[in-house]
T-cell receptor, first 114, second 110 residues
Framework: DTAVSQTPKYLVTQMGNDKSIKCEQN?????MYWYKQDSKKFLKIMFS???????INETVPNRFSPKSPDKAHLNLHINSLELGDSAVYFC?????????????FGSGTRLTVV | KNQVEQSPQSLIILEGKNCTLQ??????????LRWYKQDTGRGPVSLTI?????NTKSNGRYTATLDADTKQSSLHITASQLSDSASYIC?????????FGTGTRLQVFP
């Protein structure tokens, strides 16, 4: 049973396209996140949602739009993809926002924009 | 500016040897400090979590230390195994999000 699952694992697409990455957690956590890992392997937060409410938006271009239909899901939609969007995107969840108890990461989605 | 710096950037050791990875941070406010292991093509997996008042914490062959006064942490790996080859990332929980270091790439050779 995968705790935090992302789909797809790999995504290759052309510049200008719109794509979505899905994330689901079965841990009963209240908070979910999206992180971006760049070519230098540096992970940085993009968004966090707590009980379906947007908490953090770390100066991410508005071409990125997260959507949380319920506490167990946090999807990431990207419009007008650019070459610089190529990276590995990690979804994560935690029991709470302020202590980050039980923080668990998905296995990542490698996005390649050509 | 909230930053987490790690050294060395990469490390090669022989199987069975010990090693120590270093982390310095300038993150405020501070909730806790974590060490993560990230295998190639996988998400980060938590090794240890330490709060402000904890100086040391062990998880099997991994022992982490924290000096909250000097804002330094270390991760000591004992009797390394081939499966320890991975990136080790020092992470500080900053109230509502994780601040990641750039990681130390460890390679263990037979």
């Amino acid at each position: 049973d995968t705790a935090v699952s992302q789909t797809p694992k790999y995504l290759v697409t052309q510049m200008g396209n719109d794509k979505s990455i899905k994330c689901e957690q079965n841990l009963g956590h209240d908070t979910m996140y999206w992180y971006k890992q760049d070519s230098k392997k540096f992970l940085k937060i993009m968004f966090s949602y707590n009980n379906k409410e947007l908490i953090i938006n770390e100066t991410v271009p508005n071409r990125f739009s997260p959507k949380s239909p319920d506490k167990a899901h946090l999807n990431l939609h990207i419009n007008s993809l650019e070459l610089g969007d190529s990276a590995v995107y990690f979804c994560a969840s935690s029991q709470d926002l302020w202590q980050g108890a039980g923080y668990t990461f998905g296995s990542g989605t490698r996005l390649t924009v050509v | 500016k909230n930053q987490v710096e790690q050294s060395p950037q990469s490390l090669i050791i022989l199987e069975g040897k010990n090693c120590t990875l270093q982390c310095n941070y300038t993150v405020s406010p501070f909730s806790n400090l974590r060490w993560y292991k990230q295998d190639t093509g996988r998400g980060p997996v938590s090794l240890t979590i330490m709060t402000f008042s904890e100086n040391t914490k062990s998880n099997g062959r991994y022992t982490a230390t924290l000096d909250a006064d000097t804002k330094q942490s270390s991760l000591h790996i004992t009797a390394s195994q081939l499966s320890d080859s991975a990136s080790y990332i020092c992470v500080v929980h900053n109230t509502d999000k994780l601040i990641f270091g750039t990681g130390t790439r460890l390679q263990v050779f037979p």
